[in-house]
Nanobody
Framework: QVQVAESGGGLVEAGGSLRLSCTAS????????VGWFRQAPGKEREGVLC????????YVATSVKGRFTASRDSTKMTLYLQMNNLEPEDTAEYFC?????????????????????WGQGTQVAVSP
């Protein structure tokens, strides 16, 4: 059975940093593209970042470009989301999602339907 889990959320002041972790089991983690999404109250779920270890490609949303980065630890089957210079607009529930595919598509990586397995979410709150 495939299981995906996120951790590392919390409450920080604007300008602070957090590192989120996504761990997957029951699948070939290093052959799958992995995305991060977020959803604020009353808003649509939006793509934040997609990382492919297969072709060493990462796409990030314009809203987080230059502030959020991804890295993988293959021995721990974990994808990290490093979030720096956080803003109140980053406040949301963050989800890790594992794709059907091994690569991220520049035109399709933000589509929820592209991802097969999802974590339960972790809350991030940024105070002014």
């Amino acid at each position: 059975q495939v299981q995906v889990a996120e951790s590392g959320g919390g409450l920080v002041e604007a300008g602070g940093s957090l590192r989120l972790s996504c761990t997957a089991s029951g699948l070939r983690f290093n052959y799958a593209a992995v995305g991060w999404f977020r959803q604020a109250p009353g808003k649509e779920r939006e793509g934040v970042l997609c990382n492919s270890d297969f072709d060493d490609t990462t796409y990030v949303a314009t809203s987080v470009k230059g502030r959020f980065t991804a890295s993988r630890d293959s021995t721990k089957m974990t994808l990290y989301l490093q979030m720096n210079n956080l803003e109140p607009e980053d406040t949301a529930e963050y989800f890790c999602a594992v794709s059907h595919y091994s690569h991220c598509s520049q035109d399709q990586w933000t589509q929820v339907a592209k991802y097969k397995y999802w974590g339960q979410g972790t809350q991030v709150a940024v105070s002014p």
